[in-house]
C-alpha cells in the first residue's frame, strides 16, 4: 500500500506565500505522474498543477505565474510553492499519485486559508 501525505498548509495573508510537501511511501516515485489538486467548499475539486515523470510541468490558468510545482526523486517528495496567495486560493489541497494504470493514490488533504 502506497501512502501519500501533504504538509504545509495554514494560514497566510494576502500576497503571502505557503510551500506544500507531499511524500510518497514507494520505491517507485521516479515513474509516478504527480498532481496537486484543491477542492473549496461547495466546488469540484480542480487540478492545479501536475508534473511528469520528466519534470514537464502544467498549471490551471488562475495559478500561472503564482505557483511552482517541483519534485525530488532523491526523497520521494512533490512541493507546490504558492506566491502572491489570494483569498480564492482557500481550500483543501490534494497531492495525487499516479504511475501506469496501476497506482492511483490520495493523500488526506492540507488546509489552506489565505485571509487577512
Known amino acids: 500500500q502506497v501512502r501519500v501525505m501533504e504538509s504545509g498548509g495554514g494560514l497566510v495573508q494576502p500576497g503571502g506565500s505557503l510551500r506544500l510537501s507531499c511524500a510518497a511511501s514507494?520505491?517507485?516515485?521516479?515513474?509516478?505522474?504527480m498532481g496537486w489538486y484543491r477542492q473549496a467548499p461547495v466546488k469540484e475539486r480542480e487540478l492545479v498543477a501536475s508534473?511528469?515523470?520528466?519534470?514537464?510541468?502544467t498549471y490551471t490558468d488562475s495559478v500561472k505565474g503564482r505557483f511552482t510545482i517541483s519534485r525530488d526523486n532523491t526523497v520521494n517528495t512533490v512541493y507546490l510553492q504558492m506566491n502572491s496567495l489570494k483569498p480564492e486560493d482557500t481550500a483543501v489541497y490534494y497531492c495525487?499519485?499516479?504511475?501506469?494504470?496501476?497506482?492511483?493514490?490520495w493523500g488526506q488533504g492540507t488546509q489552506v486559508t489565505v485571509s487577512s
Open positions: 495525487n499519485l499516479k504511475i501506469a494504470n496501476w497506482a492511483d493514490y
Open positions: 514507494t520505491s517507485s516515485f521516479r515513474f509516478a505522474a
Open positions: 508534473i511528469t515523470t520528466s519534470g514537464t510541468s
